[in-house]
């Protein structure tokens, strides 16, 4: 849902039943456009009607679940290969950097490879 879209369903919504908007944040950010200044957006023009809430959907990272909450979005759809990386939240860079590199390094000697 567009901004612009949101403003044409906001007058169908009933105050007094609960309901939400979802937003594609994913889909917004695969076409190159920050989601986070149009979910905070869709969030205060849902402000009129407190029964509304905004759901952050199709999240792709972890920093997404943060961003949502930045957005003052009321949930969000999240995987459960995205939930399996809340245990790097507060991870030392720098170690998680030589992981990474270690991990190539492994792969490619489980490849055949020598450097």
């Given at each position: 849902m567009t901004l612009?879209?949101?403003?044409e369903v906001l007058p169908a919504l009933n105050p007094a039943i609960p309901s939400y908007v979802?937003?594609?944040?994913?889909?917004?950010?695969?076409t190159g456009i920050d989601p986070l200044p149009l979910l905070t957006q869709a969030a205060e023009m849902l402000k009129v009607i407190p029964s509304a809430g905004l759901v952050w959907a199709s999240s792709r990272e972890l920093l997404n679940i943060f961003?949502?909450?930045?957005?003052?979005?009321?949930?969000?759809?999240?995987?459960?290969?995205?939930?399996?990386?809340?245990?790097?939240?507060?991870?030392?860079?720098?170690?998680?950097?030589?992981?990474?590199?270690?991990?190539?390094?492994?792969?490619?000697?489980?490849?055949g490879f020598t450097l």
């Open positions: 612009a879209q949101l403003r979802s937003m594609f944040a994913g889909r917004i950010a695969d961003q949502a909450e930045t957005a003052g979005c009321h949930a969000i759809t999240v995987t459960t290969d995205i939930l399996a990386k809340l245990s790097l939240i507060g991870h030392d860079l720098a170690d998680y950097s030589l992981e990474t590199v270690k991990m190539f390094h492994d792969d490619a000697e489980s490849a």
